[in-house]
């Protein structure tokens, strides 16, 4: 008799929306990764959104490439800054034009403005300081997620890590944007055509497949299982998805 196997989840391989503030942090900067982690979480929890953007990291092309929808973007609000001061003030509105129900914050390239020279050095620390403060005084007071993107590793982007409730680095990878979080496995990688899947997912799909299985599965059984599970699952040309 030919068992029925649940339908395959889809992979992930972004960290998942967390309350507090999220750093996601790169060498270099990366709005694609950015981008696709800010439209994922809002998709995940649709509703009000703000946007305070610096580098121009908010282009209307790209966030909407990324989006699964377009409806994902209805509630984003976008405002850009252009010098320090700007940016400090942007923030520092935001308690009082965020709406209650507000879903994600999003601030790119949090340290950029801060090391463009428009500001003396003292008070270009000072005025990053308190957007700082306002943003996890935010985050508390919404309970939502607010995600923070730096790059490199000059004195701003590594104060703003460090204030951070997490940090999530990114990196390019032939497989696509890696994610490191703390408590983050990714289940795969978004290639052309599906995914490039990892052993995580297919040892948690067979896990789940396992479970009215007469005999509880080995480590070793377990791992054979899934590599041949992988194996006859895309024979089919599918990309893995």
Not at 19 to 33: E, I, K, M, Q
Not at 117 to 136: C, H, I, N, W, Y
């Amino acid at each position: 008799m030919r068992r029925a196997h649940a339908a395959r989840p889809e992979p992930t391989d972004r960290p998942d929306p967390e309350p507090g503030v999220t750093v996601l942090r790169s060498d270099r900067p990366a709005p694609a990764a950015l981008a696709g982690l800010a439209t994922d979480w809002l998709a995940r929890d649709p509703g009000p959104a703000y946007w305070v953007d610096a580098g121009g990291a908010a282009d209307t092309r790209r966030l909407y490439d990324a989006a699964p929808t377009r409806r994902t973007l209805a509630g984003l609000r976008v405002a850009r800054a252009f010098t320090a001061y700007q940016h400090a003030e942007l923030l520092g509105r935001l308690p009082r034009v965020a709406a209650p129900d507000t879903r994600l914050v999003v601030v790119a390239n949090a340290a950029r403005p801060y090391r463009e020279g428009d500001a003396p050095s003292d008070e270009a620390t000072r005025l990053r300081r308190a957007g700082g403060a306002v943003l996890g005084e935010l985050a508390a007071a919404l309970g939502c997620p607010v995600l923070v993107s730096v790059a490199g590793d000059g004195d701003h982007a590594t104060a703003v890590a460090d204030a951070a409730d997490r940090v999530v680095d990114c990196e390019p990878t032939p497989f696509g944007t890696r994610f490191d979080a703390p408590g983050h496995d990714p289940h795969g990688y978004r290639v052309a055509g599906g995914w490039q899947t990892t052993i995580p997912y297919w040892v948690d799909l067979f896990g789940a497949v396992a479970d009215d299985a007469d005999t509880a599965a080995t480590p070793a059984e377990s791992a054979a299982a899934a590599v041949a599970g992988a194996l006859s699952t895309t024979a089919g040309g599918d990309g893995g998805r």
